[in-house]
C-alpha cells in the first residue's frame, strides 16, 4: 500500500469534556506511539503508556498498514481542561532493516514496506526539525534545529538554546557540556544591558520613548500614561532578579542603591517577606535604633552577653494569669537580682477532715518499719505530678488520741507499696485519753507523672482505741479539730 498521508503528528486540544482524542495518521504499531501533554504553562510531559489507553485502527482489506486510531487520557477521572493540550505522535526508529540479497526472493510486500517505513521517517524528520518546545524538560527527544528556554527544570537561566545534537534529554548541566545545545539568545546579558526590564515574553511598547542621557535605561515620555510609569503594556519585568543586582536607587542622588541577597536562604527554599499595612524602617542588625510598640515571644527571645554569646537569659511568662499583664519595675540604681527561691512551685494539693474515726489494730512501736497492714488508714490524698524529677514535698497533721498510757504511732504509705515512707511516735505520758498531734514531714523525688496516692495510718503500740480527731471515741471541738495532708511539687 501507499502512505496516503504526510501527516505523522497531531495536536489536539483539551476542553474540560473531551477524553477521547483522535488522530489520522499511520500509527504502525503502539510502540511506535508517543504522547505528550502540555499543561497551562506550557510545561511538557512525556506521557507514560499505562496513563492512557491507546487504540490503532485495523488495515483495510489488502492493506498493510491502519490509518489513525484514538488516545483515551482521562488523569484522575478528569479531562483534561481549556488551555491544555495532546500531541500524538508516531516515533519510528531511524533505522533500516530489510536486507535483500543478489539473486534472492524478492517479494513485493517487504520492498513496499520498507518503502513505507522511509516515507514515514522522512516524515517524522519533516514534523520535528526546528520546533520550539518552550521550557527545557529532561527524557524527551529533541531533534537538531529545537529551540528551548533554560528554566525551572535546568539551570533557571531563561537563555534560549538551539538543539546540535539530537538525542534524548537527561540532566540539563550534562547535556549541555556534552555539545547538545548552542546557546543563541543570551537573556542574562540582555537583562544586564537595559536594567531589569524587558518585553521578551509578548509585552508591546507603546507611547513615545526617550533615552535618558547615555544610560541604556529607556522610558517612557508622558504620551504613554500621565504618571510616566511603565505599565504592564509597556513593559514586562523579568523575575527573579539575580541578588547581584541593585534593584533601587535614590531618586535624588542614583549612587545610593540597595541590594537584597538572598545567599543565607536555604537551597531549593523560598522566603516571603510580608509588609505591614503602615510604613516601617528596617532594623539592622548593627545598627543603633530605638524599638517601641513591639511583642516578644518568650520563647524565642534571649537576650546574650556581649563577650560571650553562649551566655543567655530569658523571660517566662508561663505563670502569669491568661488576659493579665505583670508589670516589672525597674528601679533607679544598678544592682543584682535577688532570687526569692532557688525551686519553683508547680503545684499544691492538700485534704484536710475533722471527721472522728477509732480504730484498735496495733502498729508496733519497735525497730522496724511500719507496714500497710498495721494501724487503720485515716486519710489519703492522690497527686499526678508534672515532672518525673521534681520533688514532693508532703506535711501531715494528725489529731487524736488513745485511752490508755501507750504510745500511738502515726506512718505515711505510698499506693501499695509495704513499707511506710515516714512515721512518728506521740506518747501520752500524762492522763489517758487526753488529745495528742502527731505532725511531720516527707521529702522525695516523685518519680513518675502518672497519678500516685499518699495515705496515713494510725495504731496504738498495744491493745487500746485510738480516736482519730476526738477523744474516748467521741468529737471534740464540733469538728474543726481537724488533721490533713499537704503536698507541694517543687522543682
Known amino acids: 500500500m501507499s502512505v496516503s498521508t504526510s501527516a505523522s503528528q497531531t ?3 483539551g476542553n474540560g469534556v473531551a477524553s477521547v482524542f483522535a488522530f489520522n495518521f499511520v500509527g504502525v504499531a503502539s510502540g511506535d506511539i508517543t504522547v505528550l501533554y502540555t499543561d497551562t504553562l506550557g510545561n511538557i510531559t ?11 485502527n485495523a488495515p483495510a482489506t489488502g492493506q498493510l498498514w491502519g490509518v489513525g486510531g484514538t488516545v ?4 484522575n477521572g478528569v479531562p483534561i481542561a481549556n488551555g491544555t493540550s495532546l500531541t500524538i505522535t508516531r516515533s519510528l526508529p531511524f533505522t533500516q532493516t530489510t536486507s535483500m540479497s543478489n539473486q534472492g526472493n524478492f517479494y513485493p510486500q517487504v520492498t513496499e514496506t520498507a518503502l513505507d517505513l522511509l516515507c514515514m521517517q522522512v516524515q517524522q524528520v519533516l514534523a520535528r526539525t526546528g520546533q520550539i518546545h518552550g521550557y527545557w524538560v529532561t527524557a524527551y527527544n529533541y531533534n537538531m534545529g529545537d529551540v528551548v528556554q533554560d528554566g525551572i527544570n535546568g539551570a533557571d537561566t531563561l537563555n534560549f538554546y538551539m538543539c546540535a545534537v539530537p538525542h534524548t534529554s537527561g540532566v540539563w548541566a550534562t547535556d549541555l557540556t556534552a555539545g547538545y545545545w548552542s546557546l543563541v539568545i543570551n537573556v542574562q546579558q540582555l537583562n544586564s544591558i537595559v ?6 515574553s509578548g509585552g508591546t511598547i507603546s507611547g513615545n520613548l526617550t533615552v535618558q542621557g547615555t544610560t541604556t535605561l529607556v ?40 541590594k537584597i541577597s538572598a545567599a543565607g536562604i536555604t537551597t531549593g527554599t523560598t522566603r516571603t517577606w510580608t509588609a505591614p499595612d503602615s ?9 543603633t ?3 517601641s510598640n513591639k511583642s516578644l515571644v518568650d520563647t524565642s527571645t534571649v537576650i546574650i552577653n556581649n563577650a560571650d554569646n553562649t551566655k543567655k537569659a530569658a523571660f517566662d511568662c508561663s505563670s502569669i494569669t491568661t488576659v493579665t499583664t505583670r508589670t516589672l519595675t525597674i528601679p533607679d540604681a544598678s544592682g543584682v537580682i535577688v532570687l526569692s527561691s532557688t525551686q519553683k512551685l508547680l503545684q499544691t494539693v492538700k485534704f484536710e477532715t475533722g471527721a472522728m474515726a477509732t480504730g484498735t489494730t496495733i502498729m508496733p512501736y519497735a525497730d522496724s518499719i511500719p507496714q500497710n497492714t498495721q494501724g487503720e488508714q485515716y486519710m489519703s490524698l492522690s497527686i499526678t505530678p508534672i515532672s518525673a524529677s521534681s520533688t514532693l514535698i508532703i506535711d501531715v497533721v494528725w489529731n487524736g488520741s488513745i485511752n490508755t498510757g501507750n504510745s500511738v504511732q502515726v506512718a505515711l504509705f505510698q499506693d501499695s507499696t509495704v513499707n511506710a515512707l515516714a512515721a512518728v511516735a506521740q506518747v501520752n505520758s500524762f492522763t489517758s ?9 516527707h521529702t522525695m523525688t516523685s518519680g513518675t507523672t502518672s497519678p500516685t496516692t499518699f495515705k496515713v495510718r494510725a495504731g496504738p503500740s498495744s491493745a487500746a482505741t485510738v480516736t482519730f480527731n476526738g477523744q474516748a471515741g467521741g468529737r471534740i471541738f464540733g469538728g474543726v479539730m481537724a488533721s490533713s495532708i499537704i503536698i507541694r511539687e517543687v522543682q
Open 11 to 13: 495536536t489536539v486540544l
Open 72 to 75: 483515551t487520557y482521562l488523569p
Open 433 to 441: 485519753g487526753l488529745p495528742v498531734q502527731a505532725c511531720f514531714a
Open 195 to 200: 536594567g531589569s526590564y524587558l518585553p521578551l
Open 219 to 258: 522610558t517612557p515620555a508622558g504620551g504613554d500614561n500621565s504618571t510616566k510609569a511603565a505599565t504592564t503594556a509597556f513593559v514586562q519585568r523579568l523575575l527573579p532578579i539575580p541578588d547581584t543586582t541593585a534593584i533601587v536607587k535614590n531618586n535624588a542622588d542614583n549612587t545610593k542603591q540597595v
Open 279 to 287: 510604613d516601617l524602617t528596617v532594623t539592622g542588625t548593627a545598627t
Open 289 to 291: 535604633q530605638t524599638l
Open 46 to 56: 512525556t506521557l507514560a503508556p499505562s496513563a492512557y489507553t491507546l487504540v490503532l
